[in-house]
């Protein structure tokens, strides 16, 4: 019974110790380089900018009326365009 619980539990420590290990040799992509222009309609100001979540949220004023672009973090490419205007 002792060597069936010290069995289980080096498995269990070799586990925990595989998944530290794994997680600090893989985390290397953290700090992202880029080097790149996105344009923005002429006349258009960025009021603000955020990133999380592998997107970047930027958000602009053209002519009085607010957008938020959303781009892809690591290849910049657009994924989404919300129009906020005043109703009528």
């Known amino acids: 019974m002792m060597i069936i619980s010290a069995l289980t539990t080096l498995i269990a420590i070799a586990a925990v110790v595989s998944v530290i290990g794994y997680r600090v040799f893989n985390s290397g992509s953290g700090g992202i380089a880029i080097d790149s222009i996105i344009t923005l309609p002429k006349g258009a100001r960025v009021v ?28 910049l490419k657009q994924t989404g365009r919300l129009r906020f205007a005043t109703e009528p």
Do not use: M, N, P, Q
């Open 48 to 75: 603000s900018a955020a990133a999380s979540a592998g997107r970047v949220a930027v958000l602009i004023d053209v002519g009085g009326t607010s957008e938020l672009l959303t781009f892809d973090i690591k290849t």
